[in-house]
């Protein structure tokens, strides 16, 4: 399985981004797909996932400003990010599994990451 995320880029306080992860070798319809990110100093948290019925749930910290949503048919992974805030900050990296694992760390197939920078 390789996911390759893109989209990220500096943004200023307030401004949008969309983030994409495009599969190969898996099959979005099957498993679980999330979105993490990692600040500088900081753990990995779990952003968005979304499950094989297309279920989303949310960090707190971007629920309602971030939207997770799939493609099953271009084998994307999207994550749309409004209203963004210095505060997300981030590399962020996309994750898939059979299992699922929801927001947490088990995944066991990941994305190089994309950072994003929010000034």
């Known amino acids: 399985v390789q996911l390759v995320e893109s989209g990220g880029g500096s943004v200023q306080a307030g401004g949008s981004l969309r983030l994409s992860c495009v599969a190969s070798?898996?099959?979005?319809?099957?498993?679980?797909m999330a979105w993490f990110r990692q600040a500088r100093g900081k753990e990995r948290e779990g952003v968005a996932a979304?499950?094989?019925?297309?279920?989303?749930i949310y960090a707190d910290s971007v629920s309602g400003r971030f939207t997770i949503s799939k493609d099953n048919a271009k084998n994307t992974l999207y994550l749309q990010m409004n209203s963004l805030k210095p505060e997300d900050t981030a590399t962020y990296y996309c994750?898939?599994?059979?299992?699922?694992?929801?927001?947490?760390?088990?995944?066991?197939?990941w994305g190089q990451g994309t950072q994003v920078t929010v000034s």
């Open positions: 994750a898939a599994d059979l299992a699922p694992y929801g927001l947490g760390q088990r995944y066991a197939n």
């Open positions: 070798g898996y099959r979005y319809s099957s498993g679980c």
């Open positions: 979304i499950d094989k019925h297309g279920e989303a």
